[in-house]
């Protein structure tokens, strides 16, 4: 993986983004890195926000049920409250964090930390999601993961919403997501907004 290249020896504090769609493998590759980091007797932190409660609330769990222990937040400022003490820093979900985050992160990597942070890049719109798309801005190391598209096989591009509902932050299980390639995505987009103009052109007549 790409964060070997930057000397972990030399300097460790750094600013490293994994993101992607969902079902891409972000949290299970953050905690990849956390679990090594650990392994090295680092003091190791991983901070998600308090409204992912999807699962267990102290424990980061991935889909494919690896589990690390970890610290729900409301905000960004309680990160850098709590992790004073820690060498490295993770923070799984962050497109649910306030934009506060970008600084957060930043303060921590000058002061020696590295900090790992996975979230969407998009929404189900493709909207680049919160804070996500300057944190890739100002990260050392950028990991863009991807996951299948389940219509074509191809490499996913955006995590299309299967559900009607505008709402941007709606957790999600497989039910309610399915990763697309661009093509399959445009289709699937295109395809809701002719059977909306159909359903708005019935109702008005
Ligand atoms: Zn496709």
Redesign the pocket.
Known sequence: MMENLIGETHRPGRIEVVCGSMFSGKTEELIRRMKRAKFARQRVEIFKPSIDKRYSDEDVVSHDKNIIPCTPVDSSATILLLSSDMEVVGIDEAQFLDEGLVDVCNQLANKGVRVIVAGLDMDFKGVPFGPMPALCAIADEVTKVHAI?V????LAYASHRLVKNDKQVMLGEKTEYEP??R??YQKAVGKEKCEEDAGTAENNA
């Not at 219509?151 to 191809?154: L, P, W």
């Open positions: 598209c219509r074509c096989g191809a697309l390639c093509e399959c």
